[in-house]
């Protein structure tokens, strides 16, 4: 491979975010036909050295080199102009446009027929295997379907370098499936692939050579054939680690209590469809299914977002009381907390600070609301949550947009356990997140049970839902169809209810 031409190299790549350097040092190539997988902790540098790569920001000091020659990209544009696309983990879609015109952004004619361009994004989406209609707005779209939907736009603008930050976080196995295909049919048309992803095995899958970064470094560069999880995680970490996955105690749960939530038969449209489960306290009960089983919408009607059906739409209780929330702030004042699977559009004020966002999450309380605004005491419960969920507070006075994926969720969680709920609803809690950081937010999930609080955690990745859940429930099609023990489920257990 190396007897060949880099399509992209960066030299001695730094940047620097307010005296901190974010990378530093990077030395960095590409090959055409190749995929190669970036690694690292959230914090590492990864997106940091792609979002340079892809004129998103610029490089404090540096060259980057597109086919031998210097490249100084000032915008997104310039590097789709080289032929370099980036498809972000945080989607950077237009709500507001339909899928053909979100995929069609950047190179629309001067007259262009509305249906021609559905038609040529039908028979885009089509080809890859995705099943999203182009005439819907991507605002009424999931994560998963918005994530398709950046990836058909990468294709359509026929770049010779496209750079995938966590394509696979919101998709299920099948769909997975059907990228990695995709990936490899772009790799025999030579195109070049920067691939991050924080499912090791599915770098170690796909990728021909793995960098790793470790605090803004380059650690190694070797083939992924050469490679194990284990060794990927060590030279991430700069350690051994045991169990990158904490899960229930040698004790086994908290004996189960009272029975603080129950849902009856919930309906809401052709998604929810007489979904029922209760919940104790003192206990995880982890929900996996498909995207589509209505296992987010259920966490979203309970907690206000969306409304069941007015006429038989079921009954949801609180501690044997029938409740039905017009708003969020309803559910927060009776103890619900729900951790959103969409950080960035729900989970946090990404213009304000680590302490503004904590304190905001206080001041939505009952108890925490004050019309006088108190710095010493929004300091006092930032200190505490930076110390418990061990958030890099090295800059905290960064705005939380430029903090890394990791501890952007860190925040979210910190934004709603600091209104002390009794009820926590965690949906997708790792998305995102690096082998470093997911044992602290389970060890978390633990933690809250430990204290009596009811924990529902909704998640696709199934080692996690085992590790940390008491009860397991599958939903499929709108409705719980199995539930198991956490002694007896097992992930093939688990993927046959969820798909037969």
Not at 306 to 328: A, D, E, F, H, T
Request: include cysteine; hydrophobic fraction near 45%.
């Amino acid at each position: 491979m190396n007897r060949r031409r880099a399509v992209l190299q960066v030299v001695g790549g730094n940047k620097i975010y307010g005296g901190v350097h974010a990378i530093e040092g990077i030395d960095f190539d590409l090959f055409p036909g190749e995929v190669h997988a970036l690694a690292g902790e959230n914090g590492a540098g990864k997106s940091t050295l792609c979002k340079a790569i892809a004129g998103a920001i610029r490089l404090t000091s540096g060259d980057i080199l597109v086919d031998g020659k210097r490249v100084d990209f000032e915008q997104p544009r310039d590097a789709l102009a080289a032929g370099i696309c980036m498809v972000y983990q945080e989607t950077s879609l237009v709500p507001t446009m339909t899928v053909a015109q979100n995929i069609e952004l950047g190179n629309e004619k001067l007259l262009t027929r509305f249906r021609t361009l559905n038609i040529r994004a039908q028979q885009l989406l089509q080809s890859l295997n995705f099943q999203v209609d182009p005439t819907t707005p991507v605002a009424l779209l999931g994560t998963a379907k918005k994530q398709m939907v950046e990836i058909a736009r990468a294709i359509h603008n026929n770049a010779r370098i496209i750079i995938f930050d966590e394509p696979t976080a919101s998709l299920t196995p099948e769909e997975i499936v059907h990228f990695f295909r995709l990936v490899r049919n772009l790799r025999t048309r030579g195109v070049a692939i920067i691939y991050i992803s924080h499912a090791l095995e599915e770098s170690l899958q796909i990728a021909n050579r793995i960098t790793v970064l470790r605090d803004g470094r380059s650690v190694i560069t070797a083939p992924a054939s050469t490679l194990s999880r284990d060794a990927l995680v060590q030279h991430m970490i700069g350690r051994p680690i045991v169990q990158a996955i904490c899960g229930r105690n040698s004790k086994g749960a908290s004996p189960r209590r009272k029975k603080v939530l129950t849902v009856e038969n919930v309906t809401m449209g052709m998604v929810v469809k007489n979904m029922s489960f209760s919940v104790y306290a003192g206990e995880v009960v982890g929900i996996a299914g498909l995207i589509g089983s209505g296992r987010t919408e259920i966490a979203r009607i309970i907690f206000g977002v969306l409304k069941r059906n007015l006429v038989n739409g079921g009954i949801i209780r609180l501690r044997g009381r029938p409740i039905r929330y017009r708003v969020p702030r309803q559910a927060i004042d009776d103890g619900i907390a729900y951790i959103t699977e969409d950080r960035k559009a729900d989970g946090f004020f990404e213009t304000m600070t680590v302490d503004d966002n904590v304190y905001i999450g206080k001041l939505a309380t009952k108890r925490g609301f004050t019309h006088l605004l108190s710095h010493a005491r929004r300091s006092k419960l930032a200190n505490y949550w930076i110390e418990r969920l061990k958030i890099n507070a090295l800059q905290r006075k960064a705005r939380i947009i430029e903090l890394s994926g990791g501890n952007q969720q860190k925040v979210a969680l910190a934004k709603s356990l600091v209104q002390d709920p009794s009820i926590v609803i965690f949906d997708e809690p790792t998305r995102g997140v690096d082998v470093g950081t997911i044992p602290h937010i389970n060890e978390e999930i633990r933690r809250l049970a430990e204290q009596g609080k009811a924990v529902v955690v909704i998640s696709s990745y199934l080692p996690e839902i085992l590790a940390v859940s008491d009860r397991i429930l599958v939903a499929r099609a709108g409705q719980i169809v199995a539930e198991f023990n956490a002694e007896e489920a097992t992930q093939d257990k688990i993927l046959y209810a969820a798909v037969h």
